[in-house]
């Protein structure tokens, strides 16, 4: 009884100490961390994008109002003056456009390299989460495989405490809860192997004149006693 009950703290254990829920805590953090990094680099894109926006609207507008100019100097309306002052700020016009273009560039040449990053950590991310779905499915197979042992121990167990005195198992169970998960230990060579406390020979001798059906525990720790070939009596 105490070998399944030991049996079954081990496998408890065992559950709650998968090296797969190691693994799955580490992989959700770089799971969540890949997901901000994800959120900023859209966020960064978003930007680059209204900047490109912007900047490919004040391209327009400069080519729109060289265009009413030209029409203007066509239409030959005006004085000599004001076609003069049209000229010149064609020129000025032509001049702005070519350094706003030059902006529309370099803004489109750091978007590219946003949406490039928005790429790779979304690789990443997925590349994370199909990770993540990896060790969730071996935290269930050994979670499995441990509730499957932990039903046939269960089922042993049953069947001995079916057989044992009630008062036996009773008293068992008073003294595994009080005792760290251990009952009944065996005496091995004079020594309690619940406690590891060595049995003082009045002790031995007291064990060695009780009936072998009598149930005996140790004075020190008062776990029960169970005589092995080796216990030294
Ligand atoms: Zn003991």
Same mark, same amino acid.
């Given at each position: 009884m105490q070998g399944l009950d030991t049996r079954l #703290?081990? =496998? &408890?254990?065992k559950r709650r100490t998968l090296p797969e829920l190691a693994e799955a805590e580490k992989? /959700?953090?770089r799971l969540a961390d890949l997901r901000d990094v994800l959120v900023a680099a859209q966020t960064a894109e978003g930007d680059v994008a209204r900047e490109q926006k912007k900047a490919e609207a004040d391209v327009e507008q400069v080519v729109n109002r060289a265009v009413r100019d030209r029409q203007m100097l066509q239409s030959g309306r005006g004085s000599a003056? +004001? =076609?003069e002052n049209i000229q010149h700020e064609l020129q000025t016009l032509a001049k702005r456009?070519? +350094?706003l273009e030059d902006v529309v560039l370099e803004v489109m040449e750091r978007r590219e390299t946003a949406q490039n990053r928005v790429t790779e950590m979304t690789v990443q991310r997925d590349e994370a989460q199909t990770r993540? /779905? &990896?060790v969730a499915a071996a935290? #269930?197979?050994a979670t499995g495989a441990v509730d499957r042992d932990v039903a046939a121990v269960t089922a042993e167990r049953a069947t001995i405490a079916g057989v044992l005195p009630e008062d036996l198992l009773a008293l068992y169970e008073r003294i595994r809860a009080a005792e760290f998960g251990v009952g009944a230990a065996a005496l091995r060579r004079r020594r309690c192997e619940g406690c590891q406390l060595e049995l003082d020979i009045s002790e031995v001798n007291a064990i060695k004149a009780k009936p072998a059906d009598e149930v005996v525990r140790h004075e020190a720790c008062g776990r029960i006693l169970v005589r092995v070939p080796d216990s030294g009596l």
């Open positions: #703290a081990q =496998l &408890e254990h992989v /959700d953090q003056k +004001d =076609l456009q070519s +350094d993540r /779905d &990896e935290i #269930a197979e």
